[in-house]
T-cell receptor
Framework: DTGVSQDPRHKITKRGQNVTFRCDPISEHNRLYWYRQTLGQGPEFLTYFQNEAQLEKSRLLSDRFSAERPKGSFSTLEIQRTEQGDSAMYLC?????????????FGPGTRLTVL | ELKVEQNPLFLSMQEGKNYTIYCNYSTTSDRLYWYRQDPGKSLESLFVLLSNGAVKQEGRLMASLDTKARLSTLHITAAVHDLSATYFC???????????FGTGTRLTIIP
């Protein structure tokens, strides 16, 4: 078990560009969550998947954001026409839903800087 | 909508001292989690508290849950420098199981 991985770890982009992040969850986990964390704050929920189905999106997730989990394994988060306010750490977490604890295990995150 | 508040936001302690971080939440939460985050790093799961009166201990850290008071505490005993980090508590929203985090407590242990 290698844990949750995310790629890239850092991304610097110019305003208006599109970026895509990838998350590989722990292999047997059926739920995958995306969170965003800005400096000095706790992570905020963005969206989550159960297997390949996207079940909920936060109001934080504008139309410029889209997420997929096409085969119920890895997930991608795309931000179109990035803005400076998108600069944050994007965290992915996975869990096996239905266990006693449902602990979410977090990946290392992708730090996005929009210039 | 679940809201989670932590205090203090910042805590500077001397090595060897004891202290407690408090986590209040606004509505019923099925479980309460504690995570640790080192600067620039991701979140590490510390404890999950499942029921009223639950107490978990790992090393110098002990977490407890009072669901009637909607309060969880993280107690640090005889602090050591390695415990310097930001600690988050998080409650769970029923149904989607998304985590709602507090703003975190940045703990600095001074030699």
């Amino acid at each position: 078990d290698t844990g949750v991985s995310q790629d890239p770890r850092h991304k610097i982009t110019k305003r208006g560009q599109n970026v895509t992040f990838r998350c590989d969850p722990i292999s047997e986990h059926n739920r995958l969550y995306w969170y965003r964390q800005t400096l000095g704050q706790g992570p905020e929920f963005l969206t989550y998947f159960q297997n390949e189905a996207q079940l909920e999106k936060s109001r934080l997730l504008s139309d410029r954001f889209s997420a997929e989990r096409p085969k119920g394994s890895f997930s991608t988060l795309e931000i179109q026409r990035t803005e400076q306010g998108d600069s944050a750490m994007y965290l992915c977490a996975s869990t096996t839903w239905g266990t006693d604890t449902d602990t979410q295990y977090f990946g290392p995150g992708t730090r996005l800087t929009v210039l | 909508e679940l809201k989670v508040e932590q205090n203090p936001l910042f805590l500077s302690m001397q090595e060897g001292k004891n202290y407690t971080i408090y986590c209040n939440y606004s509505t019923t939460s099925d479980r309460l989690y504690w995570y640790r985050q080192d600067p620039g790093k991701s979140l590490e799961s510390l404890f999950v508290l499942l029921s009223n009166g639950a107490v978990k201990q790992e090393g110098r850290l002990m977490a407890s849950l009072d669901t009637k008071a909607r309060l969880s505490t993280l107690h640090i005993t005889a602090a050591v420098h390695d415990l310097s980090a930001t600690y988050f508590c998080a409650g769970v929203n029923f149904g989607n199981e998304k985590l709602t985090f507090g703003t975190g407590t940045r703990l600095t242990i001074i030699p």
